[in-house]
């Protein structure tokens, strides 16, 4: 019997979101399976061997290959749907832009702070790098390094910001959506950045169409 293509998520946690409002965004449908991974249903068969890294998202396909890592499931689901709405950009200059943008805001924001919270917060112990259950010890200079690279990134932003409706240009992209989670990240680590008014207000933004959009 062919299998149906499956996109596994857990609504609560950061990285499913950036899916979640990219499949809202484009309008594309994919069944979805909810894997409750603070109860470790990842670590069950068959969620187990489909994917070795252990973390949601991820897409399984209907001929069994599995994708996961968010940016890497919305690019495949973009290319493989003929929507209007190109959340990785249209041409080669737009595609190059977005890349960067997403790329900076995982680098300085959404893998330091991920790394903050779970070497910050003592729900996180024995969890401290994401997919794995070990005595790894929490180090709490990981979450002020993490919270201090955010800070450069966000004062970047905020002057960039200053020109531009959206991190990529005039139209949403991934960018915003990964930068989106990264502010979420910001909130959740108790981050203070008030001082960055722009990226207060491009986060509210945001906010407010997510929300809209139910
Ligand atoms: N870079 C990955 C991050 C995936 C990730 O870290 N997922 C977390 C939730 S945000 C997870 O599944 N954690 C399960 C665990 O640590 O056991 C992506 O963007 O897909």
Not at 28 to 33: A, F, H, K
Not at 85 to 99: D, N, P, V
Not at 199 to 209: I, T, Y
Request: a neutral charge; proline letters at 4%.
């Amino acid at each position: 019997m062919k299998k149906l293509m499956k996109l596994y998520q857990f609504d609560l946690a950061p990285a499913s979101k950036r899916v979640t409002f990219f499949l809202k965004e484009t309008g594309i449908e994919v069944p979805i399976v909810q894997l409750n991974v603070r109860d470790g249903d990842q670590f069950e068969e068959p969620f187990n061997s489909l994917n070795p890294f252990h973390c949601i998202p991820f897409l399984e396909l209907a001929d069994g290959t599995t994708i996961s890592e968010s940016v890497a499931i919305c690019r495949f689901l973009e290319e493989t749907n003929n929507t209007s709405k190109k959340l990785f950009g249209k041409t080669s200059k737009e595609r190059a832009i977005i890349e960067m943008w997403n790329r900076r805001l995982e680098i300085d924001g959404y893998i330091p702070l991920m790394n903050g919270m779970r070497n910050k917060f003592e729900r996180y112990k024995g969890k401290v790098l994401p997919g794995t259950r070990n005595d790894l010890p929490q180090v709490p200079a990981i979450a002020k390094r993490g919270i201090e690279s955010c800070q450069i990134l966000f004062e970047r932003l905020n002057g960039h910001l200053n020109t531009t409706s959206y991190v990529a240009g005039e139209a949403l992209s991934i960018a915003d959506l990964t930068g989106y989670v990264v502010v979420q990240l910001a909130i959740a680590i108790e981050m203070n950045f008030d001082e960055f008014e722009e990226v207060k207000a491009w986060h509210e933004k945001l906010d407010r169409r997510f929300k809209l959009d139910g």
